[in-house]
């Protein structure tokens, strides 16, 4: 069989025909895995992700998330619930484009620590902790 002009184009980006082949049918939902990395002090009640005003989706410090079943076309992800000494690398919400019956990723990567005071041969952290100090 040889596809051609818009038939072909359409099938090229995931649609698919009715068992005739007459009509088109639109792509079905896709799929966001949602990596979430961070180093440094763990933040133990974790974070909270959010895609397109969602409801929040608990997560922990180092997880990854899949939500399947989302419509093709640009979304929302965004991730909150970072307590001090927390820092993200890049802005909270993110734009992602779903392809139709297919799988896209996006990743946040966070950053945990206290500022670091230097007073050899220690570290002097916020709330009186104190762990050995490398000089910059």
Partial sequence: MRL???VAAFALVGGSCDSSGSEMLAPGPGTLIVL???TGTPDLDGYRLTV???EPIPVDWNDQVEIPGLAAGSHTVELTG???P???NGPPARSVNIPG???VYSHFVVTCGWPCYYEYPYCVRLGGHHAPALRP
């Fill in 4 to 6: 051609t002009g818009a």
């Fill in 36 to 38: 979430i990395a961070s």
């Fill in 52 to 54: 397109d005003d969602g």
């Fill in 82 to 84: 970072l307590d001090d």
């Fill in 86 to 88: 927390c820092v993200l």
């Fill in 101 to 103: 019956n297919g799988i």
